[in-house]
T-cell receptor, first 113, second 111 residues
Framework: GAGVSQTPSNKVTEKGKYVELRCDPI?????LYWYRQSLGQGPEFLIY????????DSGLPNDRFFAVRPEGSVSTLKIQRTERGDSAVYLC???????????FGQGTRLTVV | QKEVEQNSGPLSVPEGAIASLNCTYS??????FFWYRQYSGKSPELIMS????GDKEDGRFTAQLNKASQYVSLLIRDSQPSDSATYLC???????????FGSGTRLLVRP
């Protein structure tokens, strides 16, 4: 596609539920990043994929968060047992290589009620 | 101390003026730097990247990098009301490709 695509745009879920957020990167981009952004803050790093493998998952806040990229393209961020503190905008970005310019999708606004 | 620091603003400038946005970083291993623009309710949009000391110009935008002083700046010439947004500074190390963002500076351009 022309840009990074994220679905859904908005997700409202109840506390304790499981959610999946999807990211479709720019075609040909091997690097994929997940960030989350709270109001008034800059994006906070969660995880970085180079190809199919998670090269750096140091930003995942706890073991309720998990991400996969099984074929080196689409990625899914999975959050188990959601908590109200997980409410944020989850952003995905991709780049050709890990150390070049990264482009963001429109984000998924997650609200846990 | 945050790794990337920005003044939250708002920085208010009149239309046609030069807006100067600054950013400092703490990790001397940072090699690449990026400026993103973020409109309210939208995702960050890449506007400039800079990798070596000095100035880099692109249209009305000039990015400046001084690794010795650990600061990065963005100048916007002939500011327009449409430039009103939050500007995010990000650093990246070659050893770890994650981008570290500052909290952003809100810019208001008054007509």
């Amino acid at each position: 596609g022309a840009g990074v695509s994220q679905t859904p745009s908005n997700k409202v879920t109840e506390k304790g539920k499981y959610v999946e957020l999807r990211c479709d990167p720019i075609s040909g981009h091997t690097a994929l990043y997940w960030y989350r952004q709270s109001l008034g803050q800059g994006p906070e790093f969660l995880i970085y994929f180079q190809g199919t493998g998670a090269a750096d998952d140091s930003g995942l806040p706890n073991d309720r968060f998990f991400a996969v990229r099984p074929e080196g393209s689409v990625s899914t961020l999975k959050i188990q047992r959601t908590e109200r503190g997980d409410s944020a905008v989850y952003l995905c970005a991709s780049s050709f290589l890990g150390n070049t310019e990264a482009f963001f999708g429109q984000g998924t606004r997650l609200t846990v009620v | 101390q945050k790794e990337v620091e920005q003044n939250s603003g708002p920085l208010s400038v009149p239309e046609g003026a030069i807006a100067s946005l600054n950013c400092t970083y703490s990790d001397r291993g940072s090699q690449s730097f990026f400026w993103y623009r973020q409109y309210s309710g939208k995702s960050p949009e890449l506007i400039m990247s800079i990798y070596s000391n000095g100035d880099k110009e692109d249209g009305r935008f000039t990015a400046q990098l001084n690794k010795a002083s650990q600061y990065v700046s963005l100048l916007i010439r002939d500011s327009q009301p449409s430039d009103s947004a939050t500007y995010l500074c990000a650093s990246q190390m070659d050893s770890s490709y994650k981008l570290i963002f500052g909290s952003g500076t809100r810019l208001l351009v008054r007509p």
